[in-house]
């Protein structure tokens, strides 16, 4: 079973390549047939410095030598230099942001999924009782209110109103400085996973199988711990994926407004300054996460439900 | 001495919107110490609910009323803590279908170990072994293999052998088999039915066996129970039964099922028209509408069995004329 896994694993990481290479040609001719381009500023600049400009970026040549150029360097693992933040490249840029929105996006999600997970297995145990109703009011709430709105509140009343925590700012990754972020950015995610945890445990209570389970005689606890929480898993499993892969590569928002810096904030910066090479390498970036993400809930997939096991080639 | 399972005017209730669906209707029987009875009777007849009931294991929208005692013993609506110390241990369950009614993310092993764990107070290995052992008294080939498989990865009757043996490892009382050939071809329904015969034999399990299909209640039990619309229609020793029904409704399935010797071109006698509404509920006898032999008094008064007094009996005008 072991070995079947591997080579599982093996074979979904292969395919992952053309995938890639897709993703990286539809991001590269996308944002080349976007108008403008990455000196466009307010003071229009002589002619001159800017042919020089597209001559020393190598952005004078036809599109297709680029893109072969571009692709020849990122097999390299060059990512190329950022057209607008001066001396640096973009894997440095990378290096600097990606580990900040990680950490806040693992963090995040890990309160998110043991708060979310616990309230929407006892919302489930409560079905229909003052818990059950209470939690999903507040989760429909929790995914209702836009984390630009929660984000402000929460630095206006713990950091400006109580004066607990910094309203912002990164510290080096000070524990204090990373419970705002963690909070706004895991409250929608909680929502989320308490009803998709909910949904899976109120249908799997309703299996035959549980039934069965408690006609041996044993206790409700152990109904639930041995014969419901891994098939209600399952839908949770699914929505984890790839929701892990977006909070971690940044959110432009939280990364705004608590000054963090994240990689989000060089993504929308660099799309709006039509920086190709650092728009280009967050973009490979987050597809390999997707990439890896899907196949590791796939793998949990497999753990979770012995049908599926079989069924991985 | 009080009977093993002792039922009397037991209701069940489900609340469906603002409807009510009443699935059993003030039902009395009891089952005695080392008997096997059949109950009988169409979908909806309230032959599972009774004994889910019983049980405690109906769906949250459902009630139940009445009392249903084991060994002198009140079980009806009592808590989930004194509900457990009896089932599994002294009434087991063994369900109609085998593939949704076995956790399909556990070894078969484990599952039928649980009960054993539970109430015998077996560790691991103890319960391994009689785990095994209660595959191969269930006729399980490659019981040591099946232990380690999911239930997917067996068939149909391995399935519901899995079932009988996870039911019987704690040598329960009473076995309730509610439909457990129905999912089955012939060959494996003789063959688990034969199982259910061996077990009562050799462990002098009491069992309750529910079924639509007649022939596999004469095959097995000493009594049956004829069940309609949630109400006791006819109640008798399974030979008394067959040969001299007393209620036209025993009457009617008797007369439909098919035998070797009846021509295929003709068609097979059928009791005309559908069960009633379980939503309403008439004050005659349910059967009334359906009924060949009926009579304007069924319709205004609903006759009544005792049948806990064991004599052959049925529901009916007819007989108390």
């Given amino acids: ?313 | 001495m009080s009977p093993l399972l002792e039922i009397r005017g037991l209701s069940v209730r489900f609340d469906v919107g603002d409807a009510t669906l009443t699935a059993v209707r003030d039902l009395s029987f009891d089952i005695a110490e080392g008997q096997c009875v059949g109950i009988v009777g169409e979908s909806g007849a309230g032959k599972s609910q009774t004994f889910l009931a019983a049980l405690g294991l109906l769906a949250e929208n459902a009630k139940a009323e009445g009392s249903v005692r084991y060994r002198g013993r009140e079980i009806l609506n009592v808590p989930r803590r004194e509900l457990d110390t009896l089932r599994g241990r002294r009434i087991a369950m063994v369900f109609q279908d085998p593939l949704s009614g076995l956790t399909p993310t556990l070894r078969v092993g484990r599952q039928i170990e649980e009960a054993a764990r539970r109430h015998l107070g077996m560790n691991a290995r103890q319960a391994r072994a009689k785990a095994r052992e209660m595959l191969e008294t269930v006729r399980m080939p490659d019981a040591e293999h099946c232990l380690d498989a999911y239930p997917f990865e067996l068939s149909g009757g391995m399935r519901q052998r899995v079932m009988i043996a996870l039911g019987m490892i704690c040598r329960p009382d009473l076995l309730i088999a509610d439909e457990p050939t129905t999912a089955l071809d012939v060959t494996i329904q003789a063959q688990i039915l034969g199982l259910l015969a061996e077990m009562r034999r050799e462990l002098n399990t009491s069992i309750v066996l529910i079924t639509h299909d007649l022939a596999v209640a004469a095959g097995l039990c000493d009594r049956i129970m004829i069940l309609y619309n949630g109400r006791l229609m006819e109640s008798g020793t399974t030979s008394e039964v067959f040969t001299s029904p007393k209620h036209p409704y025993t009457a009617g399935l008797l007369a439909s099922l098919p035998s070797l010797a009846s021509d295929p071109a003709t068609d097979l006698p059928a009791i005309s028209g559908q069960p009633p509404d379980a939503f309403v509920t008439t004050p005659g006898c349910a059967f009334a509408e359906r009924c060949l032999q009926v009579m304007d008094r069924c319709r205004i008064e609903r006759p009544v069995l005792a049948a806990h007094e064991g004599r052959h009996a049925a529901a009916c005008h007819l007989n108390t004329k």
């Avoid at chain 1, 001159?48 to 040549?61: H, I, M, R, S």
């Avoid at chain 1, 204090?176 to 995610?189: D, F, G, R, T, Y």
Wanted: aromatic fraction near 8%; glycine fraction near 8%.
């Fill in chain 1, 1 to 313: 079973m072991l070995r079947r896994m591997l080579a599982f694993t093996l074979r979904r990481l292969v395919v992952a390549i053309p995938t890639l290479l897709a993703i990286a040609t539809a991001s590269f001719f996308l944002m080349r047939a976007a108008p403008g381009g990455p000196f466009d500023t307010e003071a229009d600049l002589d002619p001159e410095v800017l042919e020089n400009l597209y001559t020393a970026y190598g952005l004078d040549k036809p599109l297709l030598e680029q893109y072969g150029v571009y692709l020849a360097n990122v097999l390299k693992g060059d990512f190329g230099p950022s057209l607008v933040y001066e001396d640096f490249n973009v894997t440095e840029l990378i290096a600097i942001g990606l580990p900040v929105s990680a950490r806040l996006g693992v963090i995040a999600m890990l309160v998110a999924l043991l708060l979310g997970g616990t309230c929407g297995i006892v919302a489930a145990l409560r079905h229909n009782r003052l818990f059950d109703h209470a939690t999903m009011t507040m989760a429909m709430t929790g995914i209702a209110i836009p984390s630009f709105v929660t984000a402000p509140i929460l630095a206006l009343f713990f950091g400006l109103y109580l004066k607990l925590l910094p309203v912002a700012g990164w510290n080096d990754g000070a524990a204090a400085n990373m419970v705002l972020p963690v909070i706004a950015l895991a409250l929608p995610q909680l929502a989320i996973i308490a009803r998709l945890m909910r949904g899976g445990m109120l249908e799997v209570l309703r299996a035959n199988f549980v039934r069965t389970a408690r006609a041996k005689g044993l206790p409700e606890r152990q109904v639930v711990i041995n014969h419901v929480l891994q098939s209600a898993a399952v839908p949770l499993v699914g929505y984890l994926g790839p929701a892990l892969a977006g909070i971690m590569t940044g959110s432009l928002v939280i990364e705004l407004i608590f000054d963090l810096p994240g990689v989000g904030r060089y993504f929308i910066q660099g799309a709006l300054n039509r920086d190709y090479p650092l728009v280009m390498g967050i973009v490979i970036v987050y597809g390999t996460l997707i990439i890896l993400l899907n196949l590791l809930s796939d793998l949990a997939y497999a753990a979770l439900d012995p049908r599926v096991r079989r069924t991985y080639r």
